[in-house]
């Protein structure tokens, strides 16, 4: 995938010279007393750490960032040059020579770690009930969280009154689309969220209600969320994952976004998806089997962690507006570091 740690491999060679440059260093934010690296040569670079040589024989130095900090620095600060490749790669190389294909025919897209700076990842619920189902999935929210590692994706819980229920949680998930531009054609779309754990204490995993449905939500704000934010989400779906028993606790589960989802993706601004486990999603308790203070749902990694390479991403394939051209190299100028 662009910009992850295999891409930076792959490219490793242009990326090292380029990061030896006076632009490289400045897109990167390592000059001047941005780095210890100083008038070190660099001589390697990942999404989230650069590497030169140490000042004893063999020694090397190794400066780490948050975030894949490197990789956002690049996608960011020359948007124009992948927006570049990107034509190319569908204008030219896919219907003309595949083989130089540049690996920019889709827009993969994250939300920010906390600090956010354009959009938030994290989960709202409606968490101090002791009612029916029903109504704790139509009353109102008073949690949220938007900064921790992991986030419930979904989530019921049992209260320890018999039949009733205390917990529903919904995932909320922010991607700046913009670079897909207002005539661009999306034809396709994958939504993706790295497992870690599942909880299967009321119905098992074999349950046609305990999939993941991804739906619209619009928080009150892009970079932060609120416990009334839970009452935003939608009740069409834009595609839903796997049963809990073919969903995977150390990989990504991929959900395809449908027509009605891909819709609903903006080409000039913010992307918001929320999920909402079957249960919530139908408002029903078929499948579920009453006990104590027990939940069902999914744990899954959020943005806030240190690599981007198990975030929360939507991948869109797209086609540009009929006459779009690549940017020139004039445009490059006015790219803001």
């Known amino acids: 995938m662009v910009f992850d740690r295999d891409w930076f491999i792959k490219y490793q060679k242009p990326l090292v010279w380029f990061a030896n440059t006076e632009l490289g260093r400045r897109v990167l934010c390592i000059d001047g007393s941005k780095s210890s690296v100083g008038k070190n040569k660099i001589s390697g670079i990942e999404p989230n750490a650069i590497f030169w040589k140490g000042p004893k024989m063999g020694e090397i130095v190794a400066e780490f960032r948050m975030a894949d900090r490197f990789a956002r620095r690049l996608y960011y600060s020359l948007k124009p040059i992948w927006k570049m490749m990107h034509l190319w790669d569908v204008r030219f190389a896919n219907p003309f020579i595949p083989n130089f294909n540049l690996g920019f025919d889709t827009l993969t897209v994250y939300p920010d770690p906390n600090v956010e700076v354009s959009t938030v990842d994290g989960q709202v619920g409606n968490i101090s009930e002791d009612t029916t189902l029903s109504n704790v999935i139509t009353g109102t929210g008073d949690y949220s969280v938007d900064s921790d590692a992991t986030l419930l994706a979904g989530w019921v819980r049992s209260s320890t009154t018999s039949g009733q229920y205390a917990q529903v949680i919904r995932g909320v998930y922010l991607f700046d689309t913009s670079a897909l531009t207002a005539g661009a054609t999306i034809t396709a779309a994958t939504f993706s969220l790295f497992g870690v754990s599942r909880s299967n204490s009321l119905s098992g995993e074999a349950s046609a209600n305990s999939v993941l449905h991804v739906v619209a939500t619009t928080p009150a704000a892009n970079t932060s969320l609120t416990g009334t934010d839970y009452g935003t989400f939608g009740g069409t779906s834009f595609g839903a994952g796997p049963q809990q028993d073919a969903w995977s606790d150390i990989a990504y589960n ?23 486990i079957g249960w919530d999603f139908s408002n029903t308790t078929t499948g579920l089997t009453w006990a104590s203070n027990s939940p069902q749902g999914y744990t899954v990694i959020a943005a806030d962690t240190a690599l981007q390479t198990t975030d929360p991403k939507l991948v869109v394939t797209y086609t540009p507006a009929s006459g779009a051209t690549a940017p020139s190299y004039r445009n490059l100028l006015h790219v803001g570091f």
Do not use: E, L, M, V
């Open 254 to 276: 991929d959900i395809t976004i449908n027509a009605t989802g891909q819709a609903a993706i903006s080409k000039t601004g913010i992307t918001k998806f929320g999920t909402r």
